[in-house]
């Protein structure tokens, strides 16, 4: 059974740093992808940062150069270390995984996801 905890989230002043983190039930080193999604008040879920199973990574404009994805495989957890926060950073952060699976010769792909960890960026 495939399930993601994240914890980390809190309230930060603007410029400061909080660091998410994402445990993962099975091997994470083994996921097709990995990533941070986020979803503003009001918003539409949206990507942040991804992490695919060979290690290259993504990031939306917004966050280069400020956020970090790293994943910890001895013990299957993935991180967000973000820097720099800004109010618009604000928003519940959920951990996502994405399996690619073999399915009678064909590749299926299921998703899952953590119950999400709120960040408030303000002073």
């Known amino acids: 059974q495939v399930w993601l905890v994240e914890s980390g989230g809190g309230l930060v002043k603007p410029g400061g740093s909080l660091r998410l983190s994402c445990v993962v039930s099975?091997?994470?080193?083994?996921?097709?992808?990995v990533g941070w999604y986020r979803q503003a008040p009001g918003r539409e879920r949206e990507w942040v940062a991804t992490m695919s199973i060979g290690g290259d990574t993504n990031y939306r404009d917004y966050v280069k150069g400020r956020f970090t994805i790293t994943r910890d495989n001895a013990n299957n957890i993935l991180y967000l270390q973000m820097n720099a926060l800004r109010p618009e950073d604000t928003a519940v952060y959920y951990c996502?995984?994405?399996?690619?699976?073999?399915?009678?010769?064909?590749?299926?792909?299921?998703?899952?996801w953590g119950q999400g960890t709120q960040v408030i960026v303000s002073s």
């Open positions: 099975i091997n994470i080193a083994s996921i097709y992808h």
């Open positions: 996502h995984a994405e399996l690619q699976v073999l399915e009678l010769g064909e590749y299926e792909y299921e998703e899952y």
